[in-house]
Structure formats: structure tokens, C-alpha cells
């Protein structure tokens, strides 16, 4: 078992570029979410999925886009990068009514 | 939403020393989980106890969900016990449902 995977692991972005993380869980989990990070911030969730095919808007939804097409792979999109994007960002996916949050190993982005 | 707050923010031990760290929730959960950030970022799931008392080694954790706050435990503190320790909790209806709501951490350093 991989667990949570996450790539890339690093990515320097100029202002307005695009580009899409990818998470993937082998452990067959219903629920995934993308959370951000920052200094003294703690984990801020940006979007999170209850299962295949749906997406729902979590804490700091604005300037992200997510898909769930397949139960194991949740991805996050920022259509035009903004230097307040600048985070480092943890998938995470839970089995409901189990133990809740297995993470990835996160992905630092920098955005100029 | 829910609101999640720990208690303290920073926490600085000499080594061998004894810890509770608190964690408060402004409403009805059904999920509460306990994690530990170490120092090279990786999130690692300590406790799901959404009720009563567990114990994994040095560790052990208490939530009394009818009061909502949960309680983590160190005892006999090391130096690889440092890092930021998490509580975060899912909500049980409405919005908050399949959240993974998180604190803002307790910064833990234990020193030799």
C-alpha cells in the first residue's frame, strides 16, 4: 500500500500560470480533501469530495477547481496562480466512521 | 461552521516531562482526531476517539463529547515527541458533514 501519493512534491509558479496537483489512495476510501497550509494558520480546507463524481466547496474555496472523475484520484487546479497561493497543500482521504485522515506527504508551491 | 481551538498555542518542555494539550469544539461531532506534524512536515495520525479514553504507548487521549473538549496526553516527553500537534473534528450534519475541521495546532519543543 502507498497510502496517499501527491505530485508533484515541489513547483515554482509565475503569476497567472496554470497547473493541476494530482493525489492518489489506493485504500479504497469514500471521502478526499485538499487542505492548505500556512504559517500560523494551521490546515485550511479548499474543497473535499464525499465520494465519485462529487466535489463540495470547504473553507477557502476561491481560485481552486477540483475533480473526483475516479474514487481514487482527486485533483486541484488553479487556473491563474496568484502569489497569495504561495502554501504548501496536503490531500487527505478518510474511511467514514473509521480512522478519518490518512495525508499525503504535501506539495510546496511558490508562486512569483 | 464548526469552531476547533486548542490550547496552549506553544509549548516548550524540558525532556522526561509531562504534557496535556487541550482541544475544544463548538458543537456536536461525530469524528475527533488527534495528529502530530513533525518538524519535516509529515502528518501522522495519532488517535480517532470521537468518545471515551485510548492509550498507544506514552500517548493517550480523552474526549468528553457531551462537554466538547478533548485532552492529549504526553508522558515522560523526547526530543522526537517536538513538532505541532493537531486536533480536528467532522461535523454530523448540515455543511460541516464530512469535514475534517482542524485547530490552529499546539506547537510542542522538547528540550534535551
Known amino acids: 500500500n502507498a497510502g496517499v501519493t501527491q505530485t508533484p512534491k515541489f513547483r515554482v509558479l509565475k503569476t497567472g500560470q496554470s497547473m493541476t496537483l494530482l493525489c492518489a489512495q489506493d485504500?479504497?476510501?469514500?471521502?478526499m480533501y485538499w487542505y492548505r497550509q500556512d504559517p500560523g494558520m494551521g490546515l485550511r480546507l479548499i474543497h473535499y469530495?464525499?465520494?465519485?463524481?462529487?466535489?463540495a466547496k470547504g473553507e477557502v474555496p476561491d481560485g481552486y477547481n477540483v475533480s473526483r472523475l475516479k474514487k481514487q484520484n482527486f485533483l486541484l487546479g488553479l487556473e491563474s496562480a496568484a502569489p497569495s497561493q504561495t502554501s504548501v497543500y496536503f490531500c487527505?482521504?478518510?474511511?467514514?466512521?473509521?480512522?478519518?485522515?490518512?495525508f499525503g506527504p504535501g506539495t510546496r508551491l511558490l508562486v512569483l | 461552521g464548526i469552531q476547533v481551538e486548542q490550547s496552549p498555542p506553544d509549548l516548550i518542555l524540558q525532556e522526561g516531562a509531562n504534557s496535556t494539550l487541550r482541544c475544544n469544539f463548538s458543537?456536536?461531532?461525530?469524528?475527533l482526531q488527534w495528529f502530530h506534524q513533525n518538524p519535516w512536515g509529515q502528518l501522522i495520525n495519532l488517535f480517532y476517539?470521537?468518545?471515551g479514553t485510548k492509550q498507544n504507548g506514552r500517548l493517550s487521549a480523552t474526549t468528553v463529547a457531551t462537554e466538547r473538549y478533548s485532552l492529549l496526553y504526553i508522558s515522560s516527553s523526547q526530543t522526537t515527541d517536538s513538532g505541532v500537534y493537531f486536533c480536528?473534528?467532522?461535523?454530523?450534519?448540515?455543511?460541516?458533514?464530512?469535514?475534517?475541521?482542524f485547530g490552529k495546532g499546539t506547537k510542542l519543543s522538547v528540550k534535551p
Open positions: 469530495s464525499v465520494g465519485e463524481g462529487t466535489t
Open positions: 480536528a473534528v467532522v461535523g454530523n450534519y448540515g455543511g460541516s458533514q464530512g469535514n475534517l475541521i
Open positions: 476517539i470521537p468518545s
Open positions: 487527505a482521504s478518510s474511511d467514514p466512521g473509521r480512522n478519518w485522515g490518512y
Open positions: 458543537d456536536s461531532v461525530n469524528n
Open positions: 485504500m479504497n476510501h469514500e471521502y
